[in-house]
């Protein structure tokens, strides 16, 4: 039964492109929460924010051309919520007014006809799905403005070839672009695709990889179900290796993780059926929820004091034999007690 679960986490957090995982900084802060109540001003349906400003809860018109207004019953417009315009087959061009800062999870979700989008240089935050599934968009110039990009937010949108991606960007989510020309086109370029230092695609490689010198993330399933990948090398300068980064890589036997990585995101190797060992570096402080779980091979871990949070589950479903090397009273040395793994003081 734990191992089904394990499985359904795994299985979840492929479904939704690590869209469960977004950082911190897409959830909206407390000064723009919104009231319950929503209000309908022609084609639109809003609500008041805590700050005074309006979100766009939903769109009821049928026009083929919207021009999103600056304004709605004199207060200004900051946020696309969630869903706002999704499933909208009428929409062709969609023009966001400039002091727009969020666009939410799902805002144009299957706008099927959906051709062009302006996005102004306000918004901060793409959501996940927020432009999923519109197969008709061909091109998109994100602004500078933009800090983040959701998982999936631009996901299976088949005929977008042209991206342009600014500096700003920090947080890019998991297949963001996945589905897109624009992807293809980079994969048969170089198997590592990466953008502003995040390697967010490496899925079509093979053999033995070394991940280039600049890279300081390895993105949320930039790896998963890469069954070709056997080897990888990550510079030096890599901090975070992200959720299901290497996820289901079964034919990976070896990875050398450098001295600058801190972070092991959930579910990072789990499924790596042929790695036999790992040692983790001094750098690192967590290791996130079943980070190693299903690597049925794996036989010794070394995990150093540095190390003060191991999520759940995190070794589980690995050898029988599993031995975790480590230092007297580490939160390894507890969490080995805790789930009756055997422990070789180092």
Same mark, same amino acid.
């Given at each position: 039964?734990?191992?089904?679960?394990?499985?359904?986490?795994?299985?979840?957090?492929?479904?939704?492109?690590?869209?469960?995982?977004?950082?911190?900084?897409?959830?909206?802060?407390?000064?723009?929460?919104?009231?319950?109540?929503?209000?309908?001003?022609?084609?639109?349906?809003?609500?008041?924010?805590?700050?005074?400003?309006?979100?766009?809860?939903?769109?009821?018109?049928?026009?083929?051309?919207?021009?999103?207004?600056?304004?709605?019953?004199?207060?200004?417009?900051?946020?696309?919520?969630?869903?706002?315009?999704?499933?909208?087959?009428?929409?062709?061009? *969609?023009? &966001? +007014? =400039?002091?727009? #800062? %969020? @666009?939410? !999870?799902?805002?144009?979700?299957?706008?099927?006809? $959906? /051709?062009?989008?302006?996005?102004?240089?306000?918004?901060?935050?793409?959501?996940?799905?927020?432009?999923?599934?519109?197969?008709?968009?061909?091109?998109?110039?994100?602004?500078?403005?933009?800090?983040?990009?959701?998982?999936?937010?631009?996901?299976?949108?088949?005929?977008?070839?042209?991206?342009?991606?600014?500096?700003?960007?920090?947080?890019?989510?998991?297949?963001?672009?996945?589905?897109?020309?624009?992807?293809?086109?980079?994969?048969?370029?170089?198997?590592?695709?990466?953008?502003?230092?995040?390697?967010?695609?490496?899925?079509?490689?093979?053999?033995? *990889?070394? &991940? +280039? =010198?600049?890279? #300081? %993330? @390895?993105? !949320?399933?930039?790896?998963?179900?890469?069954?070709? $990948? /056997?080897?990888?090398?990550?510079?030096?300068?890599?901090?975070?290796?992200?959720?299901?980064?290497?996820?289901?890589?079964?034919?990976?036997?070896?990875?050398?993780?450098?001295?600058?990585?801190?972070?092991?995101?959930?579910?990072?190797?789990?499924?790596?059926?042929?790695?036999?060992?790992?040692?983790?570096?001094?750098?690192?402080?967590?290791?996130?929820?079943?980070?190693?779980?299903?690597?049925?091979?794996?036989?010794?871990?070394?995990?150093?004091?540095?190390?003060?949070?191991?999520?759940?589950?995190?070794?589980?479903?690995?050898?029988?034999?599993?031995?975790?090397?480590?230092? =007297?009273?580490?939160?390894?040395?507890?969490?080995?007690?805790?789930?009756?793994?055997?422990?070789?003081?180092?």
């Amino acid at each position: 039964m734990k191992r089904q679960l394990i499985s359904s986490a795994l299985a979840l957090s492929l479904i939704f492109g690590g869209a469960a995982a977004l950082p911190e900084s897409f959830a909206p802060q407390s000064s723009i929460v919104a009231q319950a109540k929503s209000i309908r001003s022609g084609d639109y349906k809003y609500s008041l924010l805590k700050d005074g400003t309006a979100k766009i809860v939903k769109y009821k018109g049928k026009d083929t051309d919207v021009k999103i207004p600056s304004k709605i019953d004199g207060k200004k417009v900051t946020m696309i919520a969630k869903n706002a315009f999704s499933v909208n087959e009428t929409i062709k061009n *969609v023009t &966001i +007014p =400039k002091g727009v #800062t %969020k @666009i939410g !999870d799902y805002a144009f979700a299957d706008c099927k006809s $959906l /051709k062009s989008v302006t996005i102004p240089n306000s918004v901060k935050t793409i959501g996940s799905f927020a432009f999923h599934c519109c197969k008709n968009l061909k091109t998109i110039k994100i602004p500078s403005s933009v800090k983040n990009i959701g998982g999936c937010a631009f996901s299976d949108c088949k005929n977008l070839k042209t991206i342009k991606i600014p500096s700003s960007v920090k947080t890019i989510g998991a297949d963001a672009f996945s589905g897109t020309k624009w992807l293809e086109n980079k994969q048969k370029k170089n198997p590592l695709v990466i953008v502003n230092g995040i390697l967010i695609d490496g899925k079509t490689s093979k053999g033995k *990889v070394t &991940i +280039p =010198k600049g890279v #300081t %993330k @390895i993105g !949320d399933h930039a790896f998963v179900y890469c069954t070709s $990948l /056997k080897s990888v090398t990550i510079p030096n300068g890599v901090k975070t290796i992200g959720v299901n980064a290497f996820s289901v890589c079964t034919n990976l036997k070896t990875i050398k993780i450098p001295s600058s990585v801190k972070t092991i995101s959930d579910l990072a190797f789990s499924g790596c059926a042929s790695l036999k060992s790992i040692t983790i570096p001094s750098s690192v402080k967590t290791i996130g929820k079943y980070a190693f779980s299903d690597c049925a091979n794996l036989k010794t871990v070394t995990i150093p004091k540095s190390v003060t949070t191991i999520g759940k589950d995190a070794f589980a479903y690995c050898h029988k034999n599993l031995t975790i090397k480590t230092q =007297k009273g580490s939160a390894a040395a507890k969490y080995a007690k805790k789930n009756n793994i055997k422990v070789k003081y180092i």
